[in-house]
């Protein structure tokens, strides 16, 4: 098992930066290649960014591509995802995922709680 809480969203004005973190515990961190998914109200989660145990590649959606940086740490067991240049429609709840092969798709075998990311016009 692995256990995954996600922390930093928040509310936030258009063009302004956060970044997420994505603590994990439980087995080998560095064993799992990790996405971070979002949802917006109404809308199905979507892929946004993933990259691999090693951190040696990494992967974005179009829409948050030179925007968005995915990142790891697997000292600290943790994944990050900074965000900046934000814009209205990145309002969603962002969760992270992790699995052991890097994916854009939905299959991830664990998955966070989420966290808000609201980013005010």
């Known amino acids: 098992q692995v256990q995954l809480v996600e922390s930093g969203g928040g509310l936030v004005q258009a063009g302004g930066s956060l970044r997420l973190s994505c603590a994990a515990s439980?087995?080998?961190?560095?064993?799992?290649?990790m996405g971070w998914f979002r949802q917006a109200p109404g809308k199905e989660r979507e892929f946004v960014a993933a990259i691999s145990w090693s951190g040696g590649s990494t992967y974005y959606a179009d829409s948050v591509k030179g925007r968005f940086t995915i990142s790891r740490d697997n000292a600290k067991n943790t994944v990050y995802l900074q965000m900046n240049s934000l814009k209205p429609e990145d309002t969603a709840v962002y969760y992270c995922?992790?699995?052991?092969?890097?994916?854009?798709?939905?299959?991830?075998?664990?998955w966070g709680q989420g966290t808000q990311v609201t980013v005010s016009s």
């Open positions: 439980g087995r080998t961190f560095s064993s799992y290649a």
């Open positions: 995922a992790a699995d052991t092969r890097v994916s854009a798709g939905p299959g991830y075998d664990y």
